[in-house]
């Protein structure tokens, strides 16, 4: 059911794209742009936290393999 929805969703998206593209496209490619930048800090930090918390042990740069 999830994939049948995220499909549908990405096809009303690209359907409507001819649509916006006329009425607001700069509008929606500052908002598409500002959610992929949105999106990719937040990840960074969810990864980051944790090493920085020291929530999980750091690699020991001097042990022998």
């Known amino acids: 059911l999830g994939v049948v929805v995220v499909s549908a969703l990405s096809l009303v998206?690209?359907?409507a794209l001819p649509i916006l593209y006329k009425v607001s496209f700069?509008?929606?490619l500052k908002l598409f742009t500002a959610i992929a930048i949105g999106t990719l800090f937040g990840?960074?930090?969810f990864h980051?936290?944790?090493i920085v918390c020291s929530?999980?042990?750091?690699p020991n740069p001097t042990a022998i393999i």
């Open 13 to 15: 998206g690209l359907l």
């Open 48 to 50: 980051l936290i944790p």
């Open 55 to 58: 929530l999980l042990p750091r």
């Open 26 to 28: 700069e509008y929606v």
């Open 43 to 45: 990840d960074a930090m």
